[in-house]
T-cell receptor, first 109, second 117 residues
Framework: AQSVTQPDIHITVSEGASLELRCNYS??????LFWYVQSPGQGLQLLLK??????LVQGIKGFEAEFKRSQSSFNLRKPSVHWSDAAEYFC???????FGAGTRLTVKP | GAVVSQHPSRVICKSGTSVKIECRSL??????MFWYRQFPKKSLMLMAT?????????EQGVEKDKFLINHASLTLSTLTVTSAHPEDSSFYIC?????????????FGDGTRLSIL
């Protein structure tokens, strides 16, 4: 069965610092992988997705993610975090979109 | 781009009433729509998959008589929370998949905050 794990419940970084959010998945074949962001009380916004091809995926708002089959991971990165990036981030796997538990990002001034 | 509209965005009602939430794909046809429930500070839990013209497929543990799903057209799915109680209070989110773009992700609505008094 498909499953996705986000090991970090809450991460705090300083504004301008780099960011990496972890995502590990369990899937029988090459998975469809997604990262979404959710601001408080809002819906979901797609940051990026991976279906096949280049394992380094560029997304919106300066985010990128790298698919590593050997590690079953799809970590989200951003080189320099802005205060507006504070939100909840969800990794999802599969066409029926199974979500991880989410990682809440806090940005310190 | 493709847009999914969810209505209402917020509803407050008394215990025992039924509440209907609509999910519309505005500029694309969606044979499949998904309904999620999100508890405070928690992840999205897939409740059911709604297929146009057929019965919805419910996830384990989701009461189909409690959460009625109708997907009568390629642009509209509805979720009705029947005889709602305070424990049904939650954030409900729908999503839809664009028929024309088989390998593209789902598009999400902005969610409905349901509060049962």
């Amino acid at each position: 069965a498909q499953s996705v794990t986000q090991p970090d419940i809450h991460i705090t970084v300083s504004e301008g610092a780099s960011l990496e959010l972890r995502c590990n998945y369990s899937y029988g074949a090459t998975p469809y992988l997604f990262w979404y962001v959710q601001s408080p009380g809002q819906g979901l916004q797609l940051l990026l997705k991976y279906f096949s091809g280049d394992t380094l995926v560029q997304g919106i708002k300066g985010f990128e993610a790298e698919f590593k089959r050997s590690q079953s991971s799809f970590n989200l990165r951003k080189p320099s975090v802005h205060w507006s990036d504070a939100a909840e981030y969800f990794c999802a796997v599969g066409r029926d979109m199974r979500f991880g538990a989410g990682t809440r990002l806090t940005v310190k001034p | 781009g493709a847009v999914v509209s969810q209505h209402p965005s917020r509803v407050i009602c008394k215990s025992g009433t039924s509440v209907k939430i609509e999910c519309r794909s505005l500029d694309f046809q969606a044979t499949t729509m998904f309904w999620y429930r999100q508890f405070p500070k928690k992840s999205l839990m897939l409740m059911a998959t709604s297929n146009e013209g057929s019965k919805a497929t419910y996830e384990q543990g989701v009461e189909k008589d409690k959460f009625l799903i109708n997907h009568a057209s390629l642009t509209l799915s509805t979720l009705t929370v029947t005889s709602a109680h305070p424990e049904d209070s939650s954030f409900y989110i729908c999503s839809a998949r664009d028929l024309r773009r088989g390998n593209q992700p789902q598009h999400f609505g902005d969610g409905t905050r349901l509060s049962i008094l």
